[in-house]
């Protein structure tokens, strides 16, 4: 039997002048969580708003969903601010049915270099 083929995750984080872009692809579960965890933390110590471009996420699990929360949590008590930009398709679905959309704030455009 062979073992099930594990999509990878891709965190590319990009500085500008009045924002952090963390852009995330691929699948977003327990074995690629670190990775995108790690990168949120990084970014908030900042200070300056961190854009998370979720627009190449195939697949997110609630464990994806826990690390944007702990994140607005973290942004909640003094860490930089966090705006979603540009959710995928699956990453709207899990976002919608949890119920978070009031919590989690979303952004039209990210601003520019």
């Excluded at 039997?1 to 594990?6: G, I, R, Y």
């Excluded at 891709?10 to 965890?37: H, N």
């Excluded at 994140?71 to 398709?89: F, M, T, V, Y």
Aim: proline share 4%; charged share 20%.
């Amino acid at each position: 039997m062979s073992e099930p083929a594990t999509e990878q995750v891709t965190v590319i984080t990009d500085e500008r002048p009045s924002a952090i872009v963390v852009a995330v692809g691929g699948v977003v579960d327990a074995s690629t969580l670190s990775q995108v965890s790690l990168a949120l933390t990084n970014a908030q110590r900042d200070g300056r708003t961190v854009y998370v471009d979720l627009s190449a996420v195939t697949f997110m699990d609630s464990r994806g969903l826990g690390a944007l929360i702990a994140a607005n949590e973290r942004a909640r008590e003094g860490a930089a601010a966090i705006r979603l930009h540009a959710p995928s398709d699956a990453v709207r679905r899990l976002l919608t049915i949890s119920g978070v959309t009031a919590v989690l704030m979303e952004a039209g455009e990210i601003p520019s270099t």
